[in-house]
């Protein structure tokens, strides 16, 4: 049985809890819970585990005393005064069930324990773990998808920035920690699982190479378990990046993310006292935590998704653009199709920049390459793969930029993919937007739903809002003077 098997096994036990009112959300994370005890056992690390709640014990129980002990296990295992591990703390904070029918709750138990455990380890727990999370986005009713970044898209951007050994990579908006996740992947392939390393070395890669920060607690704890299963320490905390718990974040080589989307609630702004333009949009707020975060080395780099808006916002939006080319070289834009979210209809780029050794004019070019028009249709049943980085990918890493401009002329081929833009052509553009377009869907418009249409209409509809709101703060900020 491979993990994949296992994966769809474990998925199907939610079955078994929707007559129990148990939602998608909820049983992912019902199954992190029982799932910690059972891997630890798997991996022979249970020595922070009370005896009393190690799996041999909870498999043990039935019925009634089942549904009572399992109770008191949450409840003690996220108390820092029964359990001295920061790590079970933090996968069993402020834990509770869901789970109300004791029959289910020892089928659940007893099905896991009966799995191919040995072919689990053999592939991976970790990756076994991610398939789960994968899963769960995948179910549009779980509404996980907002913070599960496909995987295809997330390995792309690493290849991109290829981190080194000794790299300092971080993510503000953890998430489930996938970026750091396949960052360490990415090195573990190059160095035969960091046995090449010094033991110096390795000890960096496992305690030190890789942090980040996530505000949801219940993401938060997706996240602590996958570091866990993929044999990573580093830094991951609870917490808001975009207050003051999060300038710890600093002097990093690599930074590797996809912040949250829209505006804080109740419209307030970010309350870090480092950052140099204030906005209640998120997105804007962690595009400059980030570049501010980047090490002033002239080889520290970023790779960030951001939704469209993020490109051509006026007011404080276009400060920020301006900002992010003079203090790094925002080199490359990759415009990404729509669909390949599980929110329908979200318009996406991943930015590309490297921090410069000073803080002016280190943008010259950016280089755009459009994956969003002429496209074939992403979805669910259509997922985006590698291959549709192929051509991406290819031009990107080559070391004469010039091959770039062989695929596209105004002339002989206007739709090439890339096209190059100096940042004295930007400047001269309306509130200095990066939101530039050259290709179209001209002749497959006919092929667009209404429910497509009206997605493109919504998006468009919130940014503007958006920037209805900005205003309308500011001139508050001004009757306020006045």
């Known amino acids: 049985m491979n993990n994949q098997e296992i994966v769809q096994k474990l998925w199907n036990e939610c079955n078994v809890l929707r007559d129990d009112g148990v939602s998608y959300q909820d049983y992912i994370t019902e199954l992190t819970y029982i799932l910690f005890l059972k891997m630890s056992k798997e991996q022979g690390e249970e020595e922070d585990i009370p005896e009393k709640y190690r799996w041999n014990n909870l498999v043990s129980k039935e019925g009634l005393e089942l549904k009572n002990f399992y109770r008191q296990l949450l409840l003690d295992l996220g108390n820092p005064e029964i359990v001295k591990s920061e790590r079970i703390n933090a996968i069993y904070a402020n834990a509770s069930t869901a789970i109300d029918e004791p029959a289910n709750l020892e089928k659940i138990i007893k099905d896991i324990d009966e799995l191919d455990w040995f072919s689990a380890r053999n592939e991976g727990l970790g990756s076994l773990y991610e398939g789960l999370m994968e899963k769960n986005a995948s179910e549009v009713k779980s509404g996980a998808g907002q913070y599960f970044t496909p995987r295809v898209l997330i390995n792309m951007m690493v290849k991109m920035t290829e981190p080194k050994i000794g790299d300092r990579c971080n993510d503000p908006a953890a998430g489930t920690f996938g970026f750091m996740v396949a960052a360490d992947e990415y090195l573990k392939d190059k160095t035969d699982e960091y046995f090449d390393l010094s033991s110096e070395e390795r000890d960096f890669q496992v305690h030190e190479a890789f942090s980040g920060m996530e505000l949801v607690q219940t993401t938060h704890r997706l996240a602590m378990m996958n570091q866990y299963l993929h044999g990573m ?13 999060g300038k710890w974040m600093k002097n990093l080589d690599i930074v590797l993310t996809n912040p949250p989307f829209g505006t804080k609630k109740g419209g307030e702004r970010a309350t870090r006292d480092d950052l140099t333009y204030e906005t209640s949009n998120k997105q804007l707020n962690f595009l400059e935590v980030i570049y501010n975060s980047l090490k002033k080395d002239g080889k520290a780099r970023a790779a960030v998704v951001v939704p469209d808006n993020v490109l051509f916002a006026d007011g404080v939006g276009e400060e920020i653009r301006k900002d992010l080319m003079n203090k790094c070289n925002l080199h490359t834009i990759l415009r990404l199709p729509t669909g390949i979210f599980y929110a329908q209809g979200v318009q996406t780029n991943v930015l590309f920049f490297t921090r410069g050794t000073e803080d002016k004019d280190n943008t010259k070019n950016v280089w755009i390459y459009d ?46 993919r890339w096209r190059e833009f100096s940042i004295d052509e930007i400047k001269k553009r309306p509130n200095t937007s990066l939101d530039i377009s050259w290709m179209s869907d001209e002749e497959k418009h006919e092929d667009k739903s209404l429910k497509e249409i009206l997605s493109d209409m919504n998006e468009k509809s919130k940014a503007i809002s958006e920037a209805i709101a900005e205003l309308n703060k500011a001139l508050e900020g001004i009757d306020d003077e006045d």
């Open 233 to 245: 320490d580093g830094r991951l905390d609870q917490g808001d990046s975009l207050s003051a718990n």
């Open 371 to 416: 994956m969003r028009h002429q496209m074939r249709s992403f979805g669910k049943r259509n997922p985006l793969n590698d291959k549709d980085f192929e051509e991406f990918e290819k031009l990107y890493c080559v070391d004469d930029r010039s091959k770039r401009k062989q695929t596209w002329d105004e002339e002989k081929n206007p739709n090439g």
